[in-house]
Nanobody
Framework: QVQLVESGGGLVQAGGSLRLSCVASGSRFAINNMGWYRQAPGKQRELVAVITSSGRTNYADSVKGRFTISRDNAKNSVYLEMNSLKPEDTAVYYC?????????WGQGTQVTVSS
């Protein structure tokens, strides 16, 4: 059974930093893209950042220069380093993984940035 376990969310002041982690388990297939999405109250879920199996990255314009996505293929893990956080970054952050022919979501971790 595939599981994505996220950690690292919390409450931080504007300008602060957080690091999110997501560990995937339960499949013998190779992981392709790994990414982070977020959903703020009353808004649609949006892509934050994605990283391919070869390490290519793509970011939402709103987080470029502040957030960094990375992965550790040996650990089936993806990370999101978030710096210079703003109140508008407040959302539930979800890990997303393309694994074999399927796409999986984590349960989400809350990030709250106070002004």
């Amino acid at each position: 059974q595939v599981q994505l376990v996220e950690s690292g969310g919390g409450l931080v002041q504007a300008g602060g930093s957080l690091r999110l982690s997501c560990v995937a388990s339960g499949s013998r297939f190779a992981i392709n893209n790994m990414g982070w999405y977020r959903q703020a109250p009353g808004k649609q879920r949006e892509l934050v950042a994605v990283i391919t199996s070869s390490g290519r990255t793509n970011y939402a314009d709103s987080v470029k220069g502040r957030f960094t996505i990375s992965r550790d293929n040996a650990k089936n893990s993806v990370y999101l380093e978030m710096n210079s956080l703003k109140p508008e970054d407040t959302a539930v952050y979800y890990c997303n993984v393309d694994w074999g022919r399927y796409n999986y979501w984590g349960q989400g971790t809350q990030v709250t940035v106070s002004s």
